[in-house]
């Protein structure tokens, strides 16, 4: 690719370039990897340089974990990047031999290799800059660049670091806007963004396109085809992204800017997660200052809070409530963060509490839909134990063990299946999507 250097300025895209990301399924075994290579060599063979990022093999990183909790309670944080990156270094030299194989020229470059710079914060470090320049060279020696996803490396400290569970998507995405490519592709062992989860919903829809906002607010209510952090950092850089299938053709679900997607329905998609743990603060202090050591405390943790209540306290002298929740994984590192603090009188936590959301662009101009949302669930004897919405999203934190019933009955009382034809409604219209067949 010899006018790389000039394309790649200032944001500018470039058609001659794609970057294309393949899932854990995606390279899982042997056969796998020679058909991630097979797809990876027919782009090549379009006349597109290609940056491929891998993930770890099919369970890799979980085996990896795993591992470590054999041999330490709280694995060092440093020592547990140095472990998890192994895992997607595997996936890409594979696959440059499977490339060479196939008779073209390849080279596979570990995330600190190929210029990923993160901040120091093992094991959720934040990409900070993508210095590409090997990438690039080897572009322009018509290699196949594939980059291990998931990891970089901090300059303050000179460590590998690794960007959180799904982090090669972010890899991926970074790669693109640095490359100046125009679309990211994503490779999974699904055909897209589906309208719920196709093993809870089987009628669930793919959906054709979706707006980065509502791809941000399903990422982070519970839809594991992106990570959260790929979709941001999407949108900051106008990457677009698209989801799609490793193994069959045909288009998946594209993630652009709102102004370019024609379809804007009421609700796009039901979206969940069982893997929140819930922590409430009773007799929390009622002055000024409280609510931020708390969350200063979890914040200084790396702990990420999503939903947060607190009422004040009814009797003058009574503490307030705060409840919030969190990811399961991060329980034991709040509950040290809060201990440092003591300002309640208790700490009860509910380990396993499950998060069903609607989330929908359309909502946010009308009214009714958070009324249907608490009906349906109430319908189905679904206790509501928190609630908290955003324009375009409503989250309820119900019992685990409910929560595909909630998705159920959430996706057909809105009628989100396959055959829906969702078009923009006026505003303070009842939802009342046609149907077709
Ligand atoms: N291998 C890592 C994980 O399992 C990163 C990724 O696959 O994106 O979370
Ligand atoms: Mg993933």
Not at 41 to 61: N, P
Not at 214 to 235: F, I, P, T
Not at 328 to 353: C, F, M, R, Y
């Amino acid at each position: 690719m010899a006018a790389a250097g000039a394309q790649e300025q200032a944001g500018a895209k470039s058609p001659d370039l794609v970057v294309m990301k393949f899932g854990g399924t995606s390279v899982a075994g042997a056969e796998e990897i020679k058909r991630a290579a097979g797809r990876i060599v027919a782009a090549r063979e379009q006349g597109t340089s290609v940056v491929a990022v891998l993930s770890a093999r099919g369970s890799t990183t979980d085996e990896l974990v795993e591992m470590a909790r054999e041999v330490a309670e709280r694995p060092d944080p440093r020592e547990m990047d140095m472990l998890l990156s192994t895992g997607e270094r595997i996936s890409c030299a594979l696959c440059a031999m499977a490339i060479v194989e196939l008779g073209h020229k390849a080279i596979s470059l570990t995330g600190s290799q190929a210029g990923i710079v993160t901040d120091s914060s093992h094991t959720k470090a934040r990409i900070i800059d993508v210095r590409a320049d090997r990438i690039r060279d080897a572009l322009g020696q018509d290699s196949i660049v594939l980059v291990a996803g998931f990891q970089g490396v901090s300059t303050d400290s000179r460590d590998v670091t690794t960007l959180g569970r799904g982090g090669s998507d972010t890899t991926a995405v970074a790669l693109a806007a640095a490359l100046g490519g125009e679309v990211c592709e994503i490779y999974t062992d699904v055909r897209g963004v589906y309208s719920a989860d196709p093993r809870i919903v089987p009628e669930a829809r793919k959906l054709p396109v979706v707006s980065y906002e509502e791809m941000l607010e399903m990422a982070a209510s519970g839809a594991k085809v992106l990570q959260l952090r790929s979709v941001e950092y999407a949108r900051n850089h106008g990457v677009q992204i698209h989801c799609r299938s490793s193994s069959e053709d045909g288009p998946g679900t594209l993630v652009v800017s709102e102004q370019e997607t024609l379809e804007r329905p009421l609700v796009t998609a039901v979206t969940h997660s069982t893997d929140e743990a819930r922590v409430t603060l009773t007799g929390v202090r009622d002055e000024p200052g409280v609510a931020g050591r708390i969350l200063r405390a979890l914040a200084d943790a790396n702990v990420n809070v999503d939903m947060i209540i607190q009422n004040e306290p009814v009797s003058t002298d009574g503490g307030a409530d705060l409840s919030f929740t969190i990811e399961s994984n991060d329980l034991p590192a709040a509950l040290d963060a809060l201990k440092k603090i003591q300002v309640s009188d208790g700490v009860e936590t509910d380990e396993h509490t499950g998060k069903v959301s609607i989330v929908g662009a359309g909502m946010r101009s009308h009214p009714g839909v958070a009324a249907k949302v608490f009906e349906t669930l109430g319908g189905q004897g679904i206790n509501i134990e928190m609630i908290s919405t955003s324009p375009i999203k409503i989250s309820c934190v119900i019992a685990a063990d409910r929560v595909s019933d909630a998705v159920k009955a959430l996706h057909q009382a809105f009628e989100l299946g396959e055959g829906a034809i969702r078009k923009e409604e006026p505003a303070g219209d009842e939802h009342r999507p046609t149907v077709a067949g």
